[in-house]
């Protein structure tokens, strides 16, 4: 398998910028994504990264480094509607289905 | 349709009885993922069709779970002999072929109650 890490809750002010960071095993490991989810609604995805590097995308940016089995996902100018479950999900190397972290669960305050 | 259809939106079942969930993916897409999420956890896979073939039932947690896609396109998803521990959000994917994750878009869940 390949489990995933990624910390349970985390709370930032809108404005300022937040880094949510995931650990998985490198093992078989194809590829990484993001989610966001807001509660009670479907998650929707923001990014994939196969390379290594970081991919910007807007507000938001993902990094990936395969050696480490690591990636984060960047938001900047943060917005009371980023508040939402954030979900690092990994793929294997030929396999269709993914593997999903527990979510990190963020909070913008004012 | 525009986007993945769920139904029932919501669904509370005495433990015992039989439900069933259904999804309707967007139009033309030939894989169908249904994906079960826990309470405060992430979804977790069940299983996987490729138009009206079933290839992976891997994550269906007991003979209790039976998923069916006849047509290749709305799939149901069957609960037999409802226990406690089936209550969670049960979440549909489609995509239009099969790479998996790139190009996935979710319904919005069916959430079920065994009480």
């Known amino acids: 398998g390949q489990n995933i890490d990624q910390p349970t809750e985390m709370t930032a002010t809108e404005g300022a910028i937040v880094q949510i960071n995931c650990t998985y095993q490198t093992s078989g490991f194809n590829g990484l994504f993001w989610y966001q989810q807001h509660a009670g609604e479907a998650p929707t995805f923001l990014s994939y990264?196969?390379?290594?590097g970081l991919e910007e995308k807007g507000r938001f940016s993902s990094f990936l480094s395969r050696s480490k089995g690591y990636s984060y996902l960047l938001l900047k100018e943060l917005q009371m509607k980023d508040s939402a479950s954030y979900l690092c999900?990994?793929?294997?190397?030929?396999?269709?289905?993914?593997?999903f972290g527990k979510g990190t669960k963020l909070s913008v305050i004012p | 349709g525009a986007g993945v259809s769920q139904s029932p939106r919501y669904k509370v079942a005495k433990r015992g009885q039989d439900v069933a969930l259904r999804c309707d993916p967007i139009s033309g897409h030939v894989s169908l993922f249904w994906y079960q999420q826990a309470l405060g956890q992430g979804p977790e896979f069940l299983t996987y069709f490729q138009n009206e073939a079933q290839l992976d039932k891997s994550g269906l947690p007991s003979d209790r779970f039976f998923a069916e896609r006849p047509e290749g396109s709305v799939s149901t998803l069957k609960i037999q002999r409802t226990q406690q521990e089936d209550s969670a959000v049960y979440l549909c994917a489609s995509s239009l072929d099969r790479t998996g994750g790139y190009g996935y878009t979710f319904g919005s869940g069916t959430r079920l109650t065994v009480v």
């Open positions: 990264n196969v390379l290594d």
């Open positions: 999900a990994s793929s294997g190397a030929g396999s269709y289905q993914l593997t």
